[in-house]
Nanobody, 122 residues
């Protein structure tokens, strides 16, 4: 089965950092754009960042620009989201998803992970 699996979430204090991983199995990540989305309680799923198959990076959410960086390691079939200077409002379930090209829209993505919880709290 074609899958992406998120990991690396957890509890972190404001100002701290986390690195999320998105590992692909059953397909070669090289040919896909990988998007990161997040969903906070009571809110819609929001596009956060994306990296294209060629390595072009986009941050969709203004609130994460300058703090979050997406990268990929094709040899490990894995995409990362480095999150720095975390704020309580970053608290959400974070998802990765694969698509043909980068988009901020949920409907554009074909394969979704189960999500990983990020909680930013003192």
């Amino acid at each position: 089965q074609l899958q992406v699996v998120e990991s690396g979430g957890g509890l972190v204090q404001p100002g701290g950092s986390l690195r999320l991983s998105c590992a692909a199995s059953g397909f070669t990540l090289d040919y896909y754009a990988i998007g990161w989305f997040r969903q906070a309680p009571g809110k819609e799923r929001e596009g956060v960042s994306c990296i294209s198959s060629s390595g072009v990076r986009i941050n969709f959410a203004d609130s994460v620009k300058g703090r979050f960086t997406v990268s990929r390691d094709n040899a490990k079939n894995t995409v990362y989201l480095q999150m720095n200077s975390l704020k309580p409002e970053d608290t959400a379930i974070y998802y990765c998803a694969a698509a043909q090209g980068c988009s901020r829209y949920v409907w554009n993505f074909d394969y979704w992970g189960q999500g990983t919880q990020v909680t930013v709290s003192s």
